[in-house]
Structure formats: C-alpha cells, structure tokens
C-alpha cells in the first residue's frame, strides 16, 4: 500500500493554457475523488467516480474542467483555458467503494498538485 | 450545504483541551473528521454514523447529535502533534461524497 499518489506536485502555467493533473489511487480501491482546496478553506468536492464510471460532478465545475478514469484504475483531471480563479490545491482521495460514504469509509487523500495561474 | 465549523481558529498551551464544533442545516448520515497539517494532505481522524454515539482515538474523541445535525471533537490534553486544520466532512443520506467545512485551526504552543 504506496498511498495515494498525484503528479506533479506543483504546476505554474500561464492563463488559457491547459493543464493535466494525475492521480494514482490505492490500487484495489474503487472509488476516486477530486476534491479543490484554496488557502484557509476546507476541500471543496469536484467529481467522483466508482470504478470507470463518473457518478457525480459538481455544478460548480465549468465546461473547462473534464476528469477520466480509464479502466478504473488511474484518473487524469484536465483543465483547458485555465484562468487566475482556477490557482488552488487539486485534492484526490480514494476509498475502497464498496458501499456508501456513510457505512464506515474513509478517504485517503493524496499530497495534491497545487497550481498557480499566471 | 456545507457545514459549519466553530470557532475559526483556536490557540492552547500544550496540555488544554479544545472543542471544535460542526454544524449543518441538512440531515445527515454521518460526519468524518480530518486534521491537515500545513502542505500536507488531510489525513482521517474517525467517522461517526447517525446513532448519536461517540468515538475515541487516543485523546480525542468524537460526538454526533443526528437531531441537532452537530458533530463535535474533543481533543483532551493536548499534545504539540495536534496542531493543524480539523475539517468535518458530511455525508447527506445517499450522496456518497463528503461536503466539508471550513476548518478549525488548531495551534499548541509549548
């Protein structure tokens, strides 16, 4: 059990460029979450999948964000035309997912890639 | 949707006790409480399901009024490795992902 792994730790681009985020969950865990943290806030939730599936995704999320999980494994969250607003802490965790949150299942949270747009 | 957490910020000389509070205005089906320490990621604390029962770990413990729609962690004697952000994440029945608060920021001074 590695942990949660996201990549890379920090990116720095500049406004409208894309940018790609990976994460790595626990291997055998089927559910994954991206979750955006800005200085002194709590995680605020983006998207999730169970398995391959994307179940849930934030209606705060803008067409400009788009997450992947192929093949349930690893997750790819990408955002095109990034702008000053999008700067912040992009948070994965995973959970086994073999039930709901509320039936005794902890997320395990990654170091999480921090972005800063110039 | 997203809970409340009081107070914002507390400071203690190591060996007080502290109380965060977490509040919400929806039903829920159990709170998670986490503690982040700076540049690092959350890291789970306990999960307490609607029941109202209470949780332990170590010197900290948990509480959970399914009525009141309030969680509470205690943290008793504190030590210096208890400083940090404690977020409470809350699940509404059947939406399978965690809403959290704001924070709570914790600092032990010596």
């Known amino acids: 059990d590695t942990g949660v792994s996201q990549d890379p730790r920090h990116k720095i681009t500049k406004r409208g460029q894309n940018v790609t985020f990976r994460c790595d969950p626990i291997s055998e865990h089927n559910r994954l979450y991206w979750y955006r943290q800005t200085l002194g806030q709590g995680p605020e939730f983006l998207t999730y999948?169970?398995?391959?599936?994307?179940?849930?995704k934030s209606r705060l999320l803008s067409d400009r964000f788009s997450a992947e999980r192929p093949k349930g494994s690893f997750s790819t969250l990408e955002i095109q035309r990034t702008e000053q607003g999008d700067s912040a802490m992009y948070l994965c965790?995973?959970?086994?997912?073999?039930?709901?949150?509320?039936?005794?299942?902890?997320?395990?949270f990654g170091s999480g890639t921090q972005l800063s747009v110039l | 949707q997203q809970p409340v957490q009081s107070p914002q910020a507390v400071i203690l000389r190591e060996g007080e006790d502290a109380v965060i509070n977490c509040s919400s205005s929806?039903?829920?089906?159990?709170v998670h409480w986490y503690r982040q320490k700076h540049g690092e990621a959350p890291v789970f604390l306990m999960i307490?399901?609607?029941?109202?029962e209470q949780k332990g770990h170590e010197k900290i413990s948990a509480s959970f009024n399914e009525k009141k729609q309030q969680s509470s962690l205690y943290l008793t004697a504190s030590q210096l490795s208890y400083s940090g952000t404690y977020f409470c994440g809350t699940e509404i029945s059947g939406a399978q992902k965690l809403v959290f608060g704001q924070g709570t920021r914790l600092t032990i001074n010596p």
């Open positions: 965790a995973s959970s086994t997912g073999t039930g709901g949150i509320g039936t005794n299942e902890k997320l395990f």
């Open positions: 929806k039903a829920l089906y159990s």
């Open positions: 999948f169970q398995n391959e599936a994307q179940l849930e």
């Open positions: 307490l399901l609607k029941g109202g």
